[in-house]
Nanobody, 118 residues
Framework: QVKLVESGGGLVEPGGSLRLSCAASGIRFSAYTMGWYRQAPGKQREMVARISIGGTTGLADSVTGRFTMSRDHVTNTVYLQMDSLKPEDTAVYYC????????????WGQGTQVTVSA
């Protein structure tokens, strides 16, 4: 059974920081590109960050310089370090696992709420 569990969301003031975690189980972690997506009220879901099997990262222009993604192959966990948060970062953040080895597969977590407000 594949399971992606996000945690670390919450309420933070503008300029503050949060660290999101995504614990993966039921997959061969080293065969998957991992990603963070977010969906704000009234908006389409968008990709925030992704990291390849080899550790290459990519970030959306809106978060470059403020967010950092990483993965830990020992604990099968990915992280999103979010600094200098802005109100427009408010959204539900979702963890994604995309299989790059063998048949294609795509899995999603249930999401964690991030609210940036004074």
């Amino acid at each position: 059974q594949v399971k992606l569990v996000e945690s670390g969301g919450g309420l933070v003031e503008p300029g503050g920081s949060l660290r999101l975690s995504c614990a993966a189980s039921g997959i061969r972690f080293s065969a998957y590109t991992m990603g963070w997506y977010r969906q704000a009220p009234g908006k389409q879901r968008e990709m925030v960050a992704r990291i390849s099997i080899g550790g290459t990262t990519g970030l959306a222009d809106s978060v470059t310089g403020r967010f950092t993604m990483s993965r830990d192959h020992v604990t099968n966990t990915v992280y999103l370090q979010m600094d200098s948060l802005k109100p427009e970062d408010t959204a539900v953040y979702y963890c994604n696992a995309h299989r790059e080895v063998g048949p294609g597969a795509d899995y999603w977590g249930q999401g964690t709420q991030v609210t940036v407000s004074a």
